[in-house]
């Protein structure tokens, strides 16, 4: 039982990445899904959010700019991060949650910096 993040990196103010959360070992399709962002000295705040049906919300941080999707065929979530900013730097962790259980991944460093 687990999920995985993948796709973070080194990218220049302005651009884009693409974040992946692959769920294995368990009925993903039945949990709400989110994104989770811990910046340097910072608690870890959460900033997307995506439900069984597919609705999403997002922290007024990332709004406008994050878009978060779910293919529950493929058990996976991606968060779409456009414009990119400095302080979007950070650890990004997915989650998978539904009623008391919280599953997490290890994160993935996105660093955004010229």
């Known amino acids: 039982v687990q999920v995985e993040e993948s796709g973070g990196g080194l990218v220049q103010p302005g651009g884009s990445l693409t974040l992946s959360c692959v769920a294995s070992g368990f009925i993903f399709h039945i949990y709400n899904g989110n994104w989770y962002r811990q910046a340097p000295g910072k608690q870890r705040e959460i900033i997307a959010s995506i439900s069984r049906g597919g609705s999403a919300d997002y922290a007024d941080s990332v709004k406008g700019r994050f878009t978060i999707s779910r293919n529950d065929n493929e058990m996976t979530m991606y968060l779409q991060m456009n414009n990119l900013k400095p302080e979007d730097t950070g650890v990004y962790y997915c989650?998978?949650?539904?009623?008391?259980?919280?599953?997490w991944g290890r994160g993935t460093q996105v660093t955004v910096s010229s």
């Open positions: 989650n998978a949650h539904l009623a008391s259980t919280d599953l």
